[in-house]
């Protein structure tokens, strides 16, 4: 009964119905109501516990899961209405840029992700490839807990597991639409990186705009919000 219980939560909280009926995170046209945003280890509750409060105090959100995936934290959003992928990463590229902006981007991964709209989440709680170690949602204050090893030695309650998911809430369209467009307004009120100096090396002045865009993407030392403006302009050109 308690697995049973489980899987209604997350059928209520995360996944869509396909055409064989078996439910999943994934719509048939990659649509999705499980946007995740992760944190790679070192994976301190502390970095990402701004974000988890934010969309609570700024947006209007329910408070999204919190799961611990063998890699890092993990936070779970639930969207009453599904997103297309790209628009999902967009939301959490967003969400990155604007509650993340002082964390190496390298340990923050998006799923869906701007360069990866067909990325999905592995389904919570699950076992991990090794032994002895399963995902699993984790209550707020014991997420301090796994910041060094970010999983569980033993597999999870199913019954705890529903408990923690029944608290939750998804994000309605009309918050969900607001928190869109607060997002890009306040992307464009960054201020216009300075353009690329005459005197730059011909090898990037003979790129075309799609290896220009795709060369900023790449670049680890770019600022955040430029790297997401190029990746917005790549999968406009796609």
Same mark, same amino acid.
């Given at each position: 009964?308690?697995?049973?219980?489980?899987?209604?939560?997350?059928?209520?909280?995360?996944?869509?119905?396909?055409?064989?009926?078996?439910?999943?995170?994934?719509?048939?046209?990659?649509? $999705?109501?499980?946007?995740?945003?992760?944190?790679?280890?070192?994976?301190?509750?502390?970095?990402?516990?701004?974000?988890?409060?934010?969309?609570?105090?700024?947006? %209007?959100?329910?408070?999204?899961?919190?799961?611990?995936?063998?890699?890092?934290?993990?936070?779970? /959003? +639930?969207?009453?209405?599904?997103?297309?992928?790209?628009?999902?990463?967009?939301?959490?590229?967003?969400?990155?840029?604007?509650?993340?902006?002082?964390?190496?981007?390298?340990?923050? %991964?998006?799923?869906?992700?701007? $360069?990866?709209?067909? #990325?999905?989440?592995?389904?919570?709680?699950?076992?991990?490839?090794?032994?002895? %170690?399963?995902?699993? /949602?984790?209550?707020?204050?014991?997420?301090?807990? /796994?910041?060094?090893? =970010?999983?569980?030695?033993?597999?999870?309650?199913?019954?705890?597991?529903?408990?923690?998911?029944?608290?939750?809430?998804?994000?309605? =369209?009309?918050?969900?639409?607001?928190?869109?467009?607060?997002?890009?307004?306040?992307?464009?009120?960054? @201020?216009?990186?300075?353009?690329? @100096?005459? +005197? #730059? =090396?011909?090898? $990037?002045?003979?790129?075309? =705009?799609?290896?220009?865009?795709?060369?900023?993407?790449?670049?680890?030392?770019?600022?955040?919000?430029?790297?997401?403006?190029?990746?917005?302009?790549?999968? %406009?050109?796609?």
């Amino acid at each position: 009964m308690s697995a049973d219980r489980l899987a209604a939560e997350l059928r209520r909280l995360y996944l869509l119905p396909q055409a064989d009926g078996a439910p999943a995170l994934r719509g048939p046209a990659g649509e $999705t109501r499980a946007p995740v945003l992760a944190l790679g280890r070192p994976a301190g509750w502390a970095a990402l516990a701004p974000l988890w409060r934010g969309v609570q105090l700024d947006l %209007q959100w329910p408070a999204p899961a919190i799961a611990v995936s063998g890699e890092g934290l993990q936070l779970w /959003f +639930s969207l009453q209405q599904p997103l297309p992928a790209e628009r999902a990463a967009a939301l959490l590229a967003g969400l990155q840029a604007r509650y993340l902006a002082e964390v190496e981007p390298h340990r923050v %991964q998006c799923l869906p992700a701007l $360069t990866a709209p067909t #990325a999905c989440a592995p389904l919570v709680p699950a076992p991990l490839a090794l032994p002895e %170690q399963w995902s699993a /949602f984790v209550a707020p204050d014991l997420a301090p807990v /796994f910041a060094d090893t =970010p999983w569980l030695d033993i597999p999870p309650s199913p019954e705890g597991q529903a408990e923690l998911l029944a608290r939750l809430d998804s994000i309605p =369209p009309a918050a969900l639409e607001a928190a869109l467009q607060a997002l890009q307004a306040r992307q464009a009120d960054m @201020p216009v990186p300075p353009a690329v @100096p005459a +005197s #730059a =090396p011909a090898a $990037t002045a003979d790129l075309d =705009p799609r290896q220009f865009l795709q060369r900023v993407l790449n670049d680890e030392s770019a600022p955040l919000a430029l790297r997401v403006d190029a990746a917005r302009a790549l999968l %406009q050109h796609r």
